[in-house]
């Protein structure tokens, strides 16, 4: 039920979002989440539609868009991500260096921007 | 109209765990989080702990369980103040928890702070209690695979506990295998094989807390 928490959140950043400039009618919100945090994409939504039913809230579109994890190599120092694959963890792929890559992305998850009236 | 919000979706809690770390500070109490899925072993762990290390520091725990005060009572039983927080359901503790939590507490001359988290591999990584460290502790039963399924916590925690090694001969568990998983994830990451049953292997994670304690005077 993590997601459930995590969609409270983004509700009430909203909610501050909206006041501060005045808006009332929500059309659209949209998340980024990292690969590498814990995100269930559909878990999310199911939790923000069940928190914003009749509420003026309702109709919004919520949009998700997953950040692809992003590594800095800790033996040759190049950047790269895990592409292609399901795995989080691969090897660089220019020195083949296994262990220790410093994560540059895939730990976010924030409010990108709102669509409001 | 279209608003750039850009605001982490965790800002409420981290603000809180950052007020709760500052007054942990202030106190020079060491606070530890500790996580790993449910029978890993985080209550027997720290049966021994508060056992073995009870005439060196004071120390007390929140236990946080969806129901039942069962470790909480376990846990007191060894003299250590004890703290039950009940999720009712929530599969992590959040800080709003740990500040209720130390409202009961008798901080006064606390040297260690445990937080037993729910038995859980996935959602407590995401939230911050205002910890020096994250601990995971991952018992030998569950499998060599999993800091590479259940990257964040691994990723995110000080040390590892490879907890309950006296089963090791009866199943299929490389330490090694283990260990380079949780490496390639935190290479700094500190990896203790434990056994909390009969207590092999404590002396390094004891010495792990007392280096970490002393960095809090």
């Not at chain 2, 290479?187 to 994670?205: M, Y």
């Amino acid at each position: 039920m993590h997601e459930m928490s995590i969609a409270q959140s983004i509700l009430d950043i909203i909610k501050q979002e909206m006041e501060k400039n005045d808006l009332t009618k929500l059309i659209k919100v949209k998340i980024k989440f990292g690969r590498l945090t814990n995100t269930v994409p559909e878990a999310l939504e199911t939790g923000f539609m069940a928190l914003t039913i009749q509420t003026p809230l309702e109709s919004a579109v919520f949009e998700l868009e997953e950040i692809q994890a992003r590594y800095k190599c800790f033996k040759c120092g190049k950047e790269f991500s895990p592409e292609g694959t399901n795995r989080l963890l691969v090897p660089c792929p220019f020195c083949g260096e296994d262990l220790g890559h410093e994560v540059l992305a895939g730990k976010e998850l924030f409010i990108d921007y709102i669509e409001a009236e | 109209m279209k608003v750039s919000v850009i605001r982490n979706v965790l800002e409420a809690n981290d603000r809180l765990a950052q007020e709760l770390k500052d007054r942990f500070a202030e106190r020079g109490i060491l606070a530890l989080n500790l996580m790993s899925s449910p029978g890993a072993g985080k209550t027997s762990l720290l049966e021994r702990t508060l056992a073995d290390l009870k005439g060196e520091f004071k120390m007390a725990v929140i236990e946080g369980d969806l129901q039942t005060d069962n470790d909480a009572r376990r846990v007191a039983a060894t003299g250590a103040q004890a703290v039950q927080v009940n999720t009712e359901g929530g599969c992590h503790l959040d800080s709003s928890m740990i500040e209720d939590a130390i409202a009961v507490l008798d901080m006064a001359g606390l040297d260690i702070l445990f937080i037993e988290n729910v038995g859980n591999l996935v959602c407590p990584a995401e939230f911050n209690l205002g910890e020096d460290h994250k601990i995971s502790i991952l018992s030998v039963a569950e499998g060599d695979d999993k800091p590479e399924k259940y990257p964040l916590m691994f990723h995110l925690s000080s040390v590892m506990l490879l907890n309950k090694t006296d089963l090791l001969p009866y199943v299929d568990f490389s330490l090694e295998a283990a260990s380079a998983h949780a490496r390639k994830l935190n290479k700094d990451i500190e990896i203790f094989p434990v056994a909390a049953r009969n207590g092999e292997g404590l002396t390094p994670w004891y010495d792990w807390l007392r280096k970490a304690r002393a960095g809090k005077r």
